[in-house]
């Protein structure tokens, strides 16, 4: 059964992210991580985690050494798109457009995003249009 990314809990994507940041690790290495970004969290604690995570198929070991190495399985995309996917649906009925509305007007963004978010309705300009899922709060007549 494939994994389910919208189902990770926060403590256990918080150690998939350090595997996406630093790559392959033992625990010991991931526990470290963990440290500096503020998170004290046992050996035991992450080894948990990392076993859970291998479990649900969100990470994989190699055992052929001394120290167990962790690795990701599943990409940050799939992970992101995954909760988006999910975030949409339970907030907005499915409609994105709702949620990047309210994220340009709400949070800020550098020169550099503004100029990717221009290019990308630029090229949604040229797109064929395909059918809409109705808004989330509002109804069409």
């Known amino acids: 059964m494939p994994p389910q990314e919208a189902d990770l809990p926060t403590a256990e994507l918080e150690v998939l992210k350090t595997l996406w940041d630093g790559g392959p690790a033992t625990v010991r290495q991931v526990m470290n ?8 969290v046992a050996y035991t604690t992450v080894l948990t985690f990392l076993t859970r995570l291998e479990q649900r198929g969100f990470v994989k070991s190699d055992k052929s050494g001394l120290a167990y190495i962790y690795r990701p399985k599943v990409t940050r995309e799939k992970v992101s798109k995954s909760r988006l996917r999910s975030l949409l649906e339970e907030l907005y009925d499915g409609a994105a457009a709702p949620l990047v509305l309210q994220l340009v007007r709400d949070e800020k963004l550098d020169p550099e995003d503004i100029d990717e978010l221009q ?23």
Do not use: E, M
């Not at 991580?33 to 004290?40: E, I």
């Not at 290019?119 to 007549?141: H, Q």
């Open 119 to 141: 290019r990308l309705i630029n090229t949604l300009d040229l797109k064929p249009r395909r059918s809409k899922k109705k808004k989330a709060g509002r109804s069409r007549s």
């Open 33 to 40: 991580r963990l440290h500096r970004r503020g998170r004290k």
